[in-house]
């Protein structure tokens, strides 16, 4: 069970928007940056996202990402069939003095 | 160009050690805070430890505290991992990450550990 809860997949259409959620607590979340992660089948981790909503240079402007409380949220618009991936969100948790990763969650560009 | 290689992973029994490595190249690794991040077979991925740029703060996932060793040298551009009294659940592929702004801005390609009989 991870710390970070995430929808284990969505699914949508090319062209259209999506996102992803990842719920936390004051600890982690609330208190803390976050960032996101897109694992292409087979390849390392990718950082997307930074301080819950910086794009390092490189990411198109079609992921965002935005935090709200102990909440977080990626979003993917003008979806293309190679944003199919996994994606994780994560960040450091004061309480349990760790960093933590959200389960992950699977994307289907139908 | 910034990389991170990872080597050291195969095949040990459980109960055994393994020592892995993550050569680092493309900027100034003395500088930096480093991370090992590992993923199961099938599974997600899971922070295992952090070493702070001068070793000077250490941190270890619960599951792995007293077993795992993380450390570096700085005048060698590397990262390492000691693995002892491993066991079955540390099958995983390992992954060094770099740290900054708090977050995992640049990943090796990983190097995977299998623990079997």
């Known amino acids: 069970q991870s710390v970070l809860t995430q929808p284990p997949s969505v699914s949508a259409a090319p062209g259209q928007k999506v996102t992803i959620s990842c719920s936390g607590s004051?600890?982690?979340?609330?208190?803390?940056?976050v960032s996101w992660y897109q694992q292409l089948p087979g390849t390392a981790p990718k950082l997307l996202i930074y301080d819950n909503n910086k794009r390092p240079s490189g990411i198109p402007d079609r992921f965002s990402g935005s935090k709200s409380g102990t909440s977080a949220t990626l979003g993917i618009t003008g979806l293309q069939t190679g944003d199919e991936a996994d994606y994780y969100c994560g960040t450091w948790d004061s309480s349990l003095s760790a960093w933590v990763f959200g389960g992950g969650t699977k994307l289907t560009v139908l | 160009e910034v990389q991170l290689v990872e080597s050291g992973g195969g095949l040990v029994q459980p109960g055994g050690s393994l020592r892995l490595s993550c050569a680092v190249s493309g900027f100034s690794f003395s500088t930096y805070s480093m991370n090992w991040v590992r993923q199961a077979p099938g599974k997600g991925l899971e922070w295992v430890s952090y070493i702070s740029s001068t070793s000077s703060t250490i941190h270890y996932a619960d599951s792995v505290k007293g077993r795992l060793t993380i450390s570096r040298d700085n005048a060698k551009n590397s990262l390492y991992l000691q693995m002892n009294n491993m066991r079955a659940e540390d099958t995983a592929v390992y992954y060094c990450?770099?740290?900054?702004?708090?977050?995992?801005?640049?990943w090796g390609q990983g190097t995977m550990v299998t623990v079997s009989s």
């Open positions: 004051n600890s982690n979340i609330g208190n803390n940056y």
């Open positions: 990450a770099r740290d900054s702004s708090w977050a995992f801005h640049i």
